[in-house]
């Protein structure tokens, strides 16, 4: 297989992206959507027009402050409680998304960082249960991430994460290019709304042609 090709982060380069309103019409699953990266994701997600799933453990972060704050900005919110690392539960989120919203077109595989290392289960549990709905959506992409490490999480080996990251991305980038489904990741820096950005920026239009791209925040 070949190795991930890493491109430099950068800024979201579009008008659209620089001005807001870059995701207008998308619906947006989030998992890890509670705390950090995945919250700031769902908030950006919601600023830039798309209405927000997300996912969160019973007891991690306050999910309904979260609803508001994406309905705040105008946009529809769903909040489902559950472990991504459960097949059965990936099943019943999808189906309670496409149920609400019609479909998904963007699916962020937030790899929460609960446990050393992250489970990277759910990234295939849930793109295989969503692909056939994500494979219906113009510009329908996904895109995989990881929370920056604990400073209490000793253990945890992040150069390993961010090439099982890569890999992992490429691979699904390569196999989905047949079904038009972009696949790009993200390894943010310690800077949740930074990491949305490039989130948001992956998601849009304005990435239209990148899929199998790993952007690294904190290759500088």
Do not use: W
């Amino acid at each position: 297989m070949d190795p991930p090709r890493r491109a430099c982060a950068r800024e979201p380069s579009s008008p659209a992206a620089r001005r807001g309103r870059a995701l207008v019409g998308k619906v947006a699953l989030i998992t890890g959507g509670d705390t950090g990266i995945g919250r700031a994701a769902a908030i950006r997600f919601a600023r830039e027009g798309a209405d927000v799933v997300f996912t969160h453990l019973a007891g991690h972060g306050d999910a309904q402050a979260l609803v508001r704050a994406v309905e705040r900005e105008g946009r529809a919110c769903l909040a489902v409680c559950g472990d991504v690392d459960d097949p059965g539960f990936c099943e019943a989120l999808v189906a309670g998304a496409v149920a609400r919203f019609g479909g998904v077109d963007v699916l962020v595989n937030n790899l929460v960082a609960r446990r050393a290392p992250p489970s990277f289960f759910s990234l295939f549990f849930l793109t295989r249960r969503l692909l056939p709905y994500l494979r219906d959506r113009p510009g329908a992409s996904i895109v995989n991430t990881a929370s920056p490490r604990s400073p209490d999480d000793p253990v945890r080996d992040d150069e390993a994460i961010r090439a099982a990251i890569g890999t992992c991305t490429r691979s699904l980038a390569n196999n989905l290019t047949r079904v038009k489904v972009r696949v790009n990741a993200v390894v943010p820096d310690d800077d949740p709304e930074l990491g949305a950005g490039d989130l948001v920026f992956l998601a849009s239009d304005a990435a239209a042609g990148m899929s199998g791209e790993l952007l690294d925040r904190r290759a500088r």
